[in-house]
């Protein structure tokens, strides 16, 4: 079975810190670029981070420059997140995505 499973998520202060990870698990992870997204109440879902397949190109939502960096390691199948200088405005439930494949989410909560 192919999927994707985030982890990672929780409740954390306002300039907070928190890592989520997504291992994939079923098919090729290594050849496809892989991206975050997040979706907050009410809102449509938005590209948060994008990265190639070796991880080497790196894109970002101007929203979350200079504070989240994704990185990924094939030989684990996994993909990073890595969310510093956290603010309320990034409370979501955080995605990854690659081809078809969706997570779970994992929800994110800031609190002020």
């Known amino acids: 079975q192919s999927q994707l499973v985030e982890s990672g998520g929780g409740l954390v202060q306002s300039g907070g810190s928190l890592r989520l990870s997504c291992t994939a698990s079923?098919?090729?992870?290594?050849?496809?670029?892989v991206a975050w997204f997040r979706q907050a109440p009410g809102k449509e879902r938005e590209g948060v981070a994008c990265?190639?397949?070796?991880?080497?190109?790196?894109r970002y939502a101007d929203s979350v420059k200079g504070r989240f960096t994704i990185s990924r390691d094939n030989a684990k199948n996994t993909v990073y997140l890595q969310m510093n200088s956290l603010k309320p405005e990034d409370t979501a439930v955080y995605y990854c995505?690659?081809?078809?494949?969706w997570g779970q989410g994992t929800q994110v909560t800031v609190s002020s």
């Open positions: 990265a190639t397949t070796t991880g080497d190109n790196t």
């Open positions: 995505n690659t081809q078809q494949y």
């Open positions: 079923g098919f090729a992870f290594n050849y496809y670029a």
